[in-house]
């Protein structure tokens, strides 16, 4: 069946490191990939998508590229800040945004000053 | 863009009891969607709701034991029926926009 695998956390980075967060689906056809992030009290908010292979999703210094052939969507930022400390889910639909999303378990983040 | 919101925000409930989450967003949307999360665990689809028809139940969900109503085109309830410990988790409502999907900010349920 489908399902996405991501990094456990929780992660804890100093500010201005580098962020990756690795996330892997299995899928049969070709599945939109989407990031979700929920900060402390909000409800989950889309960050960035990409919907075929090789596009690149990015927002707020954030990106992710679609790799088919690795089945991966990894997250990534060059420089953290504090305010990105947050739970970031890894998700796959075949819906677009009118389909069942399939999330992975979540990660942890947390950024240090 | 859709602003969700949820009641309660937590709950601390007994074993047996039953809980009613209401989900009210600021524009009115065709399908509404609940989520569980539990502890440590992803979150899974537990049912769509369209407004005039029965909600349809993903598998591993029936609706004895989550009824779920949907009024109008802005409001919904979710039902955690007969509960127990293993009820403990993160139900979260959400609704489709026309880019992506938009989240209430959940509600914490613990059931003792």
């Known amino acids: 069946g489908n399902s996405v695998t991501q990094m456990e956390g929780p992660v804890t980075l100093s500010e201005e490191a580098f962020l990756t967060i690795n996330c892997t689906y299995t899928?049969?056809?070709?599945?939109?990939l989407f990031w979700y992030v929920q900060y402390p009290g909000e409800g989950l908010q889309l960050l960035l998508k990409?919907?075929?292979?090789?596009d690149k999703g990015s927002n707020k210094g954030f990106e992710a590229t679609y790799r088919k052939e690795t089945t991966s969507f990894h997250l990534e930022k060059g420089s953290v800040q504090v305010s990105d400390s947050a739970v970031y889910f890894c998700?796959?639909?075949?819906?677009?945004?009118?389909?069942?999303?399939?999330f992975g378990k979540g990660t942890k983040l947390s950024v240090k000053p | 863009s859709a602003v969700i919101s949820q009641k309660p925000s937590r709950d601390i409930c007994q074993r047996g009891t039953s809980l009613t989450i209401q989900c009210q967003v600021d524009?009115?949307?065709?399908?509404m969607f609940w989520y569980r999360q539990q502890p440590g665990q992803s979150l899974t689809l537990i049912a769509t709701?369209?407004?005039?028809?029965?909600?349809?139940?993903e598998s591993g969900f029936v609706i004895d034991k989550f009824p779920i109503s949907r009024p109008n085109l802005t409001f919904s309830t979710l039902t955690v029926s007969n509960m127990s410990p293993e009820d403990s988790s993160i139900y979260l409502c959400?609704?489709?926009?026309?880019?992506?999907?938009?989240f209430g900010p959940g509600t914490r349920l613990t059931v003792t």
């Open positions: 709701a369209n407004q005039g028809s029965e909600a349809t139940y």
């Open positions: 959400s609704v489709t926009g026309p880019l992506e999907q938009y």
């Open positions: 524009s009115q949307v065709t399908m």
């Open positions: 899928a049969t056809g070709y599945p939109s």
């Open positions: 990409a919907t075929k292979a090789d």
């Open positions: 998700a796959l639909s075949y819906g677009g945004s009118q389909g069942n999303l399939i």
